[in-house]
């Protein structure tokens, strides 16, 4: 799995590229985590080159939406395909996210 | 107050004084008056029994001399002994005698019983007297009963000096503790305020010059004001900390500004988790450590100094730049005192505006570009409207040359304020993407076309190399080729006669990379740092000479991003430069 950065002014967009499973969702979660300590709990994470997720995958999201909550903050999710919605949903997991059609209404939520 | 104590233990000690000495008085009469009738009634006794056998031998002289003795003995003031016809034969007064010798005989006459009387005045007894042979008399004795005259003036004067000694002993004990007895009506006085609902210390201390009483009395209210503090501290405490407060931690918690609470050693005594998250500390080691520690920036440590330690009413709000690996910020520190009854403190509540920062910076640099870009060919179009009014009709040349660069402006105006409003969408977030199935290769061949006439004209040489199947991809057509456009148009642009273009197409992993790579003038890297800026134009005399807006490439990268691609840039200066557009074949984004 790759994992794109792009800054959005002061908003960094975190794109995770390719399925969000196993090793790969602990590798996110870690590089997720830092990037919310450096940031400040400015960022965005684009799933929209997540294809799938397994449980680890979903774990791992409901992991750092618990550990920004704790900032009183809320893990913001961008562009959310069909597959990961649908996921989300019959878990009965998308209220814990807050969801934006595109990268840039999430980043202008930081406004 | 004091004066009504005094004087109520004055008289009942008088009282009790006086009391007694009535008692003791009572007591030494009538005892006095019993020994009195005793010692009148035994001594009628002996001297009726030795009168009558003295008597009965006519034999008066011892008997007057033993009443005259008795009489003196016993302090009578009347001792007499007469015939029952009140013929006087012995008397205490031998001048009141009114018969010398006794008769022979006389007549008994009314018979005298023996009795005794006993009134204020003194004891009188009467005692018959049965002279053998000749007839009865009697002897009658009165003596007055004498009152302990020394008694009364020794209880007079005992009541006198107790009395005196009394009022010297209560003026003394008064003075002595006169300041005491003013500290404890004061103490009084401050109990009964409580008991109305007082409760400020300044009104319930005492002067310290009432004395010890008075001093315990303002350290008792110093203590109970510690505890109260102690004890709303620790409500504090346990409302944002403990257990009992829960709801209120998650409130906190839950709110995305920061919120730190001072006391008035600049200790933290609570930070919720977005405080922690701002301060890049864990949460544990800012809570009951010193603020000093976590903030620097003396300005702030100035101000909430002032509102947490001197007890300050100020408010304050500070902006302060910080940076990390990821970059600079800005947070937005408001610091409020915190009054309380006890002690001061501080609220210290921190917001993250760096991009409100970034976005007004970038608004303000979008107007002031804006009204620069547009000023230049309004003033060229006004200049020559004049030209071509005043010089016209006179030089149909210079008026012809004139129109072409009123045209030109106005085409330059226009394609600006086309820019302008793409970014303006863009800005607002009303960009839309209007999905439909994008046939690369027709795209591909558009743009060719578009082309090839200006690399042509200016002799550069362009080729297309793209992959033998291009596929047919979900997205925007109109936006996808304004991305390509801009990047092909701009390599035209900054390509200089007899340089080349390449623009490559491929297809992997999902993506499809759209290249175009020149021969052009090249970008610094300084310049490449900001070049997807709006109306960033490079430091190159080469680029100010070419018309541009500076738009287009931040225009495009946003046209990618909203596909959820990007475009990406490596170049050298005079050497030429590559621009890589990446979209992903199944865009679903936006």
Redesign the interface.
């Known amino acids: 799995m790759q994992i794109h950065e792009q800054k959005h002014g002061a908003v960094t967009v975190l794109t995770p590229e390719g399925p969000l499973i196993q090793d790969d969702a602990d590798a996110f979660r870690q590089r997720a985590m830092t990037l919310y300590a450096k940031s400040l709990g400015r960022f965005v994470v684009d799933v929209s080159k997540i294809p799938f997720m397994d449980s680890r995958g979903l774990e791992t999201f409901l992991d750092l939406s618990d550990h920004i909550g704790q900032s009183g903050n809320v893990l913001k999710l961008a562009s959310v395909n069909k597959t990961i919605r649908e996921v989300l949903s019959l878990t009965e997991l998308d209220h814990a996210f807050e969801q934006f059609e595109d990268v840039n209404t999430a980043v202008r939520s930081f406004l | 107050m004091v004066a009504v104590i005094g004087v109520t233990v004055a008289a009942i000690l008088v009282a009790s004084v006086a009391a007694g000495v009535w008692w003791t008085l009572q007591s030494e009469t009538v005892s006095a008056a019993s020994t009195r009738k005793q010692e009148v009634q035994t001594a009628a006794e002996l001297l009726a029994v030795s009168s009558e056998s003295l008597m009965a031998g006519d034999n008066l002289s011892p008997v007057r001399r033993m009443i005259t003795e008795a009489a003196r003995r016993h302090q009578l003031d009347r001792i007499r002994i007469s015939l029952p016809d009140g013929q006087v034969v012995a008397d205490g007064d031998p001048t009141k005698i009114t018969l010398i010798n006794l008769p022979a005989t006389w007549q008994g006459g009314q018979v005298v019983q023996a009795s005794t009387t006993q009134d204020q005045d003194g004891v009188s007894v009467t005692m018959p007297i049965d002279v053998t042979g000749r007839g009865p008399a009697k002897l009658e004795l009165f003596g007055t009963i004498q009152r302990p005259t020394w008694l009364a003036s020794a209880a007079q004067a005992g009541l006198a000096a107790i009395g005196a000694g009394g009022l010297i002993a209560l003026w003394l004990v008064y003075r002595s503790t006169r300041s005491r007895l003013r500290a404890l009506g004061a103490i009084r006085e401050s109990l009964l305020a409580i008991e109305k609902g007082e409760e400020s210390d300044s009104a319930l201390s005492l002067s310290p010059n009432f004395g010890h009483e008075a001093q315990a009395w303002n350290r008792l209210l110093n203590d109970r004001s510690e505890l109260r503090r102690k004890a709303a501290m620790e409500r504090s405490k346990e409302a944002l900390v403990g257990t009992g407060g829960a709801d209120l931690r998650g409130a906190c918690?839950?709110?995305?500004?920061g919120m730190i609470l001072v006391d008035d050693t600049l200790v933290v005594q609570y930070a919720?988790?977005?405080a922690?998250?701002?301060l890049?500390a864990k949460r544990d080691l800012i809570v009951g450590g010193t603020i000093t520690r976590f903030i620097r920036d003396e300005n702030l440590v100035a101000c909430i100094n002032e509102a947490a330690v001197s007890g300050s009413r100020k408010r304050s709000t500070l902006e302060i730049e910080y940076a990390?690996?990821?970059?600079t910020?800005v947070?937005r520190y408001h610091v409020r005192p915190v009054r309380r009854e006890d002690r001061a403190s501080a609220m210290i509540l921190i917001e993250?505006i760096?991009?409100?920062?970034?976005?007004d910076e970038?608004r303000n640099q979008f107007v002031a570009q804006a009204t620069h870009e547009l000023r230049t060919p309004l003033t060229n179009i006004r200049l020559y409207v004049e030209t071509a009014l005043e010089e016209g009709e006179k030089d149909p040349a210079l008026r012809e040359k004139s129109l072409n660069v009123i045209n030109q402006e106005s085409r330059r105006l226009e394609r600006i304020v086309d820019d302008m409003l793409k970014v303006s969408e863009?800005e607002a977030?009303s960009l839309k993407l209007n999905h439909d199935d994008v046939r690369l290769d027709q795209v591909l061949a558009d743009l060719l076309v578009d082309y090839e006439a200006q690399a042509k004209e200016k002799s550069i040489v362009m080729g297309f190399n793209l992959a033998p199947k291009l596929p047919v991809i979900q997205a925007d057509r109109d936006k996808v080729q304004l991305a390509m456009h801009n990047l092909l148009g701009n390599a035209l642009k900054y390509t200089p006669a007899g340089g080349r273009i390449a623009v490559n197409v491929d297809v992997a992993d999902g993506k499809v990379v759209f290249e175009v790579r020149d021969t052009g003038i090249g970008i610094s890297k300084d310049d490449q740092v900001h070049l997807f800026e709006k109306f960033f134009r490079a430091k190159d005399r080469r680029v100010e000479s070419i018309v541009g807006t500076g738009l287009g490439l931040s225009i495009a990268r946003?046209m990618a991003?909203?596909h959820?691609g990007?475009i990406t840039v490596e170049s050298e200066l005079d050497k030429g430069s590559t621009f890589t557009l990446t979209l992903?074949t199944n865009v679903?984004?936006?």
């Open positions: 918690d839950a709110i995305s500004q919720n988790g977005a922690a998250t701002f890049q990390t690996d990821e970059g910020g947070l993250d760096t991009q409100q920062r970034v976005a970038s863009i977030g946003e991003r909203l959820g990007d992903p679903e984004a936006a």
